[in-house]
T-cell receptor, first 113, second 111 residues
């Protein structure tokens, strides 16, 4: 196991609601990246946080936002949920922002009804 | 936009046969990573390649990074049932902290 934890494991929401997903990074890692993985597809980069600052963003709308805390844990917030937001949300921690092994957590399965 | 494609999408092999998946990027990459994801699991890092033309081996797995840093391959020799899963490449976008994952190749190994 990687030491990266995510909560909750599963979540069911209805369209229009808001959700917060949490990730605890591996000890010693200061970088957390968030990915969305739809069924049968590869993970898509949402954004990365490095030392509490957003460090880069993929092609996701502003209703996807995040935070990183002084202990390097992180949150992903999604507002105004849409049906297409149903996916596995993965966080990955690494020791530095560019390059290097990414340690993925088990993911949060979000279902939007 | 920038894309990373993988072929084949699926591969079924008999145990003991070899397997290769290919990864192609529309643009030059800073580096490439390979991950394995078991059914119901999360991606697990296998390796990172940085240099043009780089070749790395891990037991039965051989990884290559193309000379132009736009393509890569993973070759597994003599597959075993434990090799089952989806293999993803992830290309590092030059000048950014972003990784673009490929479409993945799902490998099934028949005993």
């Amino acid at each position: 196991e990687t030491g990266v934890t995510q909560s909750p494991t599963h979540l069911i929401k209805t369209r229009g609601q808001q959700v917060t997903l949490r990730c605890s990074s591996q000890s010693g890692h200061n970088t957390v990246s968030w990915y969305q993985q739809a069924l049968g597809q590869g993970p898509q980069f949402i954004f990365q946080y490095y030392r509490e600052e957003e460090n880069g963003r993929g092609n996701f709308p502003p209703r996807f936002s995040g935070l990183q805390f002084p202990n390097y844990s992180s949150e992903l917030n999604v507002n105004a949920l849409e049906l297409d937001d149903s996916a596995l949300y993965l966080c990955a921690s690494s020791g530095f922002p560019m390059g290097g092994e990414q340690f993925f957590g088990p993911g949060t399965r979000l279902t939007v009804l | 936009g920038q894309q990373v494609m993988q072929i084949p999408q699926y591969q079924h092999v008999q145990e003991g046969e070899d397997f290769t998946t290919y990864c192609n990027s529309s643009t030059t990459l800073s580096n490439i990573q390979w991950y394995k994801q078991r059914p119901g699991g999360h991606p697990v890092f296998l390796i990172q390649l940085v240099k043009s033309g780089e070749v790395k081996k891990q037991k039965r797995l051989t990884f290559q990074f193309g000379e132009a840093k736009k393509n890569s391959s993973l070759h597994i020799t003599a597959t075993q049932t434990t090799d089952v899963g989806t293999y993803f490449c992830a290309g590092g976008v030059s000048g950014t902290y972003k990784y673009i994952f490929g479409t993945g190749t799902r490998l099934k190994v028949l005993a």
